[in-house]
C-alpha cells in the first residue's frame, strides 16, 4: 500500500502531432490539454516524468541542484513530489534537531503553518530550482497513507478517536482544514509555469494505513467521487489556469467487475468493483479533473499472484491494467498518466519496465 519504496515514474503517452491553436487564453509556459494529449504553448507535450517525494526534504541547495541536473541529464520533464509535510507537534522538538522539513505542525485541531526556512521557503526553492531544469511540478496536497503527514492527522486532531479513514472525505471540519491548506499551496505557485499540475490527494481511498473504511464508504457510494468533485472545482476556482488531477491509483468500479481464479475460487478484484472507492471512468469526466492518473504495484496488491492456483502472471496484469486505463482516456477524451508503478527485485525490473512502458507509449490514449 505504501508504494513508496518502490522505483517509480510517470509517463505519458507519446504526442501525435496535432494541427491548430490552443483554444482557451492560457498563460505562456503552462500546460494545458487538447484531447488526449498534453500541450506546451500551443505544441504537443509528451514526457517521462519522476516521481521524487523527497526533493523537498533535502536540506542543502546543492542536493536540489544536483538531482534536477541528473533528471535534465535522463530526459525528465515532469517531477511529482509532496506538496505536504505535516508532523505532529509531538515530533517538533525531534524536527528541529534533526533539519526535517516540515509545512504544518498539528497540536490542536488548528495546524500551524511553518513558511519559514525548514518549512515553504524548502518547496519554493525546489519549484524554482525545477524551472532553471526546464521541469515542470506535479504537487500533491496530501496523502491518503500516514507518510509525511496525511489524511489520518486531520482525521486524529479534528474528528477525533474512533473515527473510520472515510470521514476525512465527508467531515466538513476536515473539508474546510484541507482546503484552507490548498488555498495556502495553490495561492503560493498559481503564477508559477513550473507547476504542471495541482493533485488533490495521494492515492485517495476509503480506508488507510491505521483506520479502516466504514460503512459509508463501500462500493456504491460515491464518497471518493464526490470529493474530488468537490476538491477539484474549488481549487479550479482558485486557480483556473493549471491543470487538476486526482492522483488517484485508478481503481474501477465496473458494473461487471473483473474476477479471477486463486486456489479454486473465482475471487473478485478489488480494483474493479469500486470497493476502494473510485471510480476511474467517472472520475476522468469530472468537469474540473483534467486528466488521470493511475498506479501499478501487482505485486503488493495480489500477493497472490504468480502463485499456483492464480491465473494471471504480474507483467501480464499490468498491461492489461495500461489497456484499460487507455480505454478509458479515449472515452472521456482527456489524457491520463501511468504515474506510479513498480515491481520488487531487479530481474523483475529488467524484465517487466521495458514491457510496460513500452505498451504505455503504444497505447497513444488515442
Ligand atoms: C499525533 O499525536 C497524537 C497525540 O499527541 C497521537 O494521539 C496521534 O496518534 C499522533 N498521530 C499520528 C498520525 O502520529
Ligand atoms: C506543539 O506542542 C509541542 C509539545 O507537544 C511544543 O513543543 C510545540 O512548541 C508546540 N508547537 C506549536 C506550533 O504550537
Ligand atoms: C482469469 O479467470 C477469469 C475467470 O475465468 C477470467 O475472467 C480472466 O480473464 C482470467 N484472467 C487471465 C489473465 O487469463
Ligand atoms: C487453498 O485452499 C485450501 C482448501 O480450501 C486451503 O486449505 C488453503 O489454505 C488455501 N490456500 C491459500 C494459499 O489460500
Ligand atoms: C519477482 O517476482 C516474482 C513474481 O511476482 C516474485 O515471486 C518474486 O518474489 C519477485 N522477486 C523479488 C526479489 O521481489
Same mark, same amino acid.
Given at each position: 500500500?505504501?508504494?513508496?519504496?518502490?522505483?517509480?515514474?510517470?509517463?505519458?503517452a507519446?504526442?501525435?502531432?496535432?494541427?491548430?491553436?490552443?483554444?482557451?487564453?492560457?498563460?505562456?509556459?503552462?500546460?494545458?490539454?487538447?484531447?488526449?494529449?498534453?500541450?506546451?504553448?500551443?505544441?504537443?507535450?509528451a514526457?517521462?516524468g519522476?516521481?521524487?517525494?523527497?526533493?523537498?526534504?533535502?536540506?542543502?541547495?546543492?542536493?536540489?541542484?544536483?538531482?534536477?541536473?541528473?533528471?535534465?541529464?535522463?530526459?525528465?520533464?515532469?517531477?511529482?513530489?509532496?506538496?505536504?509535510?505535516?508532523?505532529?507537534?509531538?515530533?517538533?522538538?525531534?524536527?528541529?534537531?534533526?533539519?526535517?522539513?516540515?509545512?504544518?505542525v498539528?497540536?490542536?485541531s488548528?495546524?500551524?503553518?511553518?513558511?519559514?526556512?525548514?518549512?515553504?521557503?524548502r518547496?519554493?526553492?525546489?519549484?524554482?530550482?525545477?524551472?532553471?531544469?526546464?521541469?515542470?511540478?506535479?504537487?500533491?496536497?496530501?496523502?491518503?497513507?500516514?507518510?509525511? $503527514?496525511g489524511?489520518?492527522?486531520?482525521? %486524529?486532531?479534528?474528528?477525533? =478517536? @474512533?473515527?473510520?479513514? #472515510?470521514?476525512?472525505?465527508?467531515? &466538513?471540519?476536515?473539508?474546510?482544514?484541507?482546503?484552507?491548506?490548498?488555498?495556502?499551496?495553490?495561492?503560493?505557485?498559481?503564477?508559477?509555469?513550473?507547476?504542471?499540475?495541482?493533485?488533490?490527494?495521494?492515492?485517495?481511498?476509503c480506508?488507510?494505513?491505521?483506520?479502516?473504511?466504514g460503512?459509508?464508504?463501500?462500493?456504491?457510494?460515491?464518497?471518493?467521487p464526490?470529493?474530488?468533485?468537490?476538491?477539484?472545482?474549488?481549487?479550479?476556482?482558485?486557480?483556473?489556469?493549471?491543470?487538476?488531477?486526482?492522483?488517484?491509483?485508478?481503481?474501477?468500479?465496473?458494473?461487471?467487475?473483473v474476477?479471477?481464479?486463486?486456489? $479454486?475460487?473465482?475471487?473478485?478484484?478489488? %480494483?474493479?468493483?469500486?470497493? =476502494? @472507492?473510485?471510480?476511474? #471512468?467517472?472520475?476522468?469526466?469530472? &468537469?474540473?479533473?483534467?486528466?488521470?492518473?493511475?498506479?501499478?504495484?501487482?505485486?503488493?496488491?495480489?500477493?497472490?499472484?504468480?502463485?499456483?492456483?492464480?491465473?494471471?502472471?504480474?507483467?501480464?496484469?499490468?498491461?492489461?491494467?495500461?489497456?484499460?486505463?487507455?480505454?478509458?482516456?479515449?472515452?472521456?477524451?482527456?489524457?491520463?498518466?501511468?504515474?506510479?508503478?513498480?515491481?520488487?527485485?531487479?530481474?523483475?525490473?529488467?524484465?517487466?519496465?521495458?514491457?510496460?512502458?513500452?505498451?504505455?507509449?503504444?497505447?497513444?490514449?488515442?
Amino acid at each position: 500500500m505504501l508504494a513508496l519504496q518502490f522505483v517509480t515514474l510517470l509517463l505519458s503517452a507519446a504526442a501525435l502531432a496535432f494541427p491548430g491553436s490552443s483554444k482557451r487564453s492560457i498563460p505562456r509556459g503552462f500546460v494545458s490539454t487538447r484531447g488526449s494529449q498534453f500541450e506546451l504553448d500551443g505544441k504537443p507535450f509528451a514526457f517521462v516524468g519522476a516521481n521524487s517525494y523527497w526533493l523537498p526534504l533535502l536540506t542543502t541547495n546543492d542536493d536540489v541542484e544536483k538531482t534536477f541536473k541528473s533528471m535534465q541529464q535522463a530526459g525528465i520533464k515532469v517531477l511529482r513530489t509532496w506538496g505536504f509535510n505535516a508532523i505532529n507537534g509531538s515530533e517538533l522538538v525531534g524536527a528541529l534537531e534533526s533539519g526535517l522539513t516540515y509545512y504544518q505542525v498539528w497540536n490542536s485541531s488548528e495546524w500551524t503553518l511553518n513558511d519559514g526556512p525548514q518549512g515553504l521557503q524548502r518547496l519554493d526553492n525546489v519549484i524554482e530550482t525545477a524551472g532553471k531544469y526546464g521541469i515542470k511540478v506535479i504537487l500533491a496536497f496530501t496523502n491518503n497513507w500516514v507518510g509525511y $503527514g496525511g489524511a489520518e492527522l486531520y482525521i %486524529n486532531w479534528i474528528a477525533g =478517536a @474512533g473515527n473510520t479513514h #472515510d470521514v476525512f472525505f465527508t467531515d &466538513p471540519r476536515i473539508i474546510a482544514s484541507y482546503q484552507k491548506y490548498v488555498r495556502t499551496i495553490v495561492n503560493r505557485y498559481k503564477n508559477s509555469p513550473n507547476i504542471f499540475a495541482w493533485e488533490l490527494m495521494n492515492e485517495a481511498r476509503c480506508l488507510g494505513d491505521m483506520l479502516p473504511a466504514g460503512p459509508n464508504c463501500v462500493a456504491g457510494t460515491n464518497v471518493v467521487p464526490k470529493w474530488y468533485r468537490q476538491q477539484s472545482d474549488f481549487v479550479k476556482s482558485l486557480d483556473p489556469h493549471h491543470l487538476i488531477t486526482t492522483g488517484g491509483e485508478g481503481h474501477f468500479f465496473w458494473k461487471n467487475p473483473v474476477k479471477y481464479w486463486f486456489n $479454486g475460487t473465482l475471487v473478485s478484484d478489488y %480494483n474493479f468493483n469500486g470497493q =476502494a @472507492g473510485e471510480d476511474f #471512468d467517472k472520475d476522468l469526466l469530472l &468537469p474540473n479533473i483534467d486528466f488521470g492518473t493511475y498506479h501499478l504495484y501487482p505485486q503488493s496488491w495480489y500477493s497472490n499472484l504468480d502463485t499456483p492456483g492464480s491465473n494471471f502472471s504480474v507483467e501480464q496484469w499490468g498491461l492489461g491494467w495500461i489497456d484499460d486505463h487507455a480505454i478509458s482516456a479515449k472515452k472521456a477524451n482527456k489524457p491520463v498518466i501511468l504515474e506510479e508503478f513498480g515491481v520488487g527485485g531487479l530481474d523483475n525490473k529488467t524484465n517487466i519496465y521495458p514491457s510496460w512502458v513500452q505498451r504505455a507509449l503504444d497505447t497513444k490514449h488515442a
